[in-house]
C-alpha cells in the first residue's frame, strides 16, 4: 500500500468524523465503507478517542515526509496523553483496524528485541550492510533488505537469549549449527522479529524449526499423566499461528505456518522415569490455561496429541 493511500484514508477519516460531529447520529471516527472498525467520541473512551486521533496526526505527518518512528519515540513525545505502554498500543491497533493498515504501513516501526547469527549477509534499503556471522540485531526495517550471501542450510528459533548465546558460541566447532541462521526474540516473539523471519524464510525457501523450553513452569502431574504448559508450546504457537489477535495492525505477513517443533514433546517425558518429587499437580489456573491453548490453537496437531 502506497503512502499516497493510507494519507488519503486519514483524511477522510476525519473528513468523515467532522460529518458525523455536524449530522449525527454520533461523533464517530471511521474510514467511509469501513464502519465495521470505529471509535466513539463519548465520555467514558474520550481519553482513547484523543490517543487515536494522536496516532493519526503522527502517521499522517510520518507518510507525507516518508519517515518512520518507533513506537516508544511517539510514547515519550506525546507522555502527558499516553500515560501507559497499553494506551498506546491499543491506539495504533485501533487506527490500524480504522485505516485497514499494517503498522508498517503506518511507517511506525517496534524496536525489535530480536537477535541473529548465521552464514548470512544482508543489505538494508539504505544500503547498510548487516554481516550476521556476528550476533547482530534484527534490521529496523524488517522486510526492507536484500540477501547478498548465505549459505545456512535451515532456520533455527530459540526461546531464551542464554541458549542463543550458547548456540552462538558453538557454531564455530559444531557443523549442524554451523549451517544455521539461530533467532531468538528472547521470549515472546514481538511484531518485528516474526515480520522478519517471514520475510527471511520466504526469500532464502529455508525450513523452519524452533527450540524450545519443554515447560517453564515446571513439570505438573494431574491423573498421573504429565502435561507440559506454557511457555514452550505457547511461544512455538504465537511464532507459527501469531498473536491471539490477528488484526490489522499485524496482517499475515507475520505468520510462521511451516514451523516445525524441535525437541523433547509432552508425550515423550515418561521416558525419563522422572520421581515425583520432581513433578507438581495441575493448578486451577494451569487448567484454565490449557483449555485456552485448546480453544486458540485446536486444529494443531501438536496441541491435540500433547496438551489435550
Not at 484514508?9 to 467511509?32: I, R
Not at 550476521?132 to 536484500?146: A, G, K, L, Q, V
Not at 526474540?185 to 526469500?203: I, V
Request: hydrophobic residues 40%; charged residues 20%; positive net charge.
Amino acid at each position: 500500500m502506497a503512502n499516497q493511500q493510507v494519507i488519503t484514508k486519514v483524511e477522510n477519516c476525519l473528513f468523515a468524523f467532522q460529518s458525523s460531529l455536524v449530522h449525527g447520529p454520533k461523533p464517530l471516527l471511521f474510514l467511509p465503507g469501513n464502519r465495521r472498525s470505529s471509535i466513539e467520541l463519548s465520555w467514558r473512551n474520550g481519553h482513547l478517542f484523543t490517543a487515536v486521533c494522536c496516532v493519526l496526526a503522527e502517521v499522517h505527518s510520518l507518510l507525507c515526509s516518508d519517515t518512520f518512528r518507533t513506537k516508544r519515540s511517539i510514547f515519550y513525545k506525546h507522555r502527558h496523553l499516553f500515560r501507559a505502554q497499553k494506551d498506546i498500543d491499543t491506539a495504533i491497533g485501533i487506527a490500524c483496524d480504522i485505516l485497514e493498515a499494517t503498522r508498517f504501513q503506518l511507517h511506525i516501526l517496534s524496536t525489535s528485541r530480536g537477535v541473529i547469527v548465521g552464514d548470512l549477509i544482508l543489505e538494508t534499503q539504505r544500503r547498510e550492510v548487516i554481516d550476521c556471522r556476528i550476533p547482530t540485531s534484527i534490521p529496523s526495517f524488517p522486510e526492507h533488505f536484500n540477501i547478498c550471501c548465505c549459505s545456512a542450510k535451515f532456520i533455527l528459533i530459540v526461546e531464551k537469549d542464554s541458549i542463543f548465546q550458547k548456540l552462538a558460541h558453538e557454531r564455530n566447532t559444531d557443523l549442524t549449527l554451523s549451517a544455521a541462521l539461530i533467532v531468538t526474540a528472547k521470549g515472546y516473539p514481538d511484531f518485528s522479529t516474526r515480520l522478519f523471519l517471514r520475510a527471511l524464510s520466504e526469500r532464502t525457501q529455508l525450513p523452519l524449526v524452533a527450540l524450545m523450553d519443554a515447560d517453564s513452569y515446571g513439570m505438573r502431574m494431574w491423573l498421573s499423566r504429565t502435561v507440559i504448559l506454557v511457555s514452550g508450546i505457547e511461544i512455538f504457537l504465537n511464532y507459527k499461528y501469531g498473536p491471539s489477535r490477528i488484526s490489522h495492525e499485524s496482517g499475515s505477513k507475520i505468520l510462521l505456518p511451516n514451523t516445525q517443533w524441535l525437541g523433547i514433546y509432552p508425550s515423550e517425558i515418561d521416558w525419563f522415569e522422572l520421581a515425583g518429587v520432581q513433578k507438581l499437580p495441575l493448578t486451577l489456573r494451569d487448567r484454565k490455561h490449557i483449555v485456552s491453548l485448546q480453544y486458540r490453537f485446536g486444529d494443531d496437531t501438536c496441541v491435540n496429541e500433547e496438551v489435550g
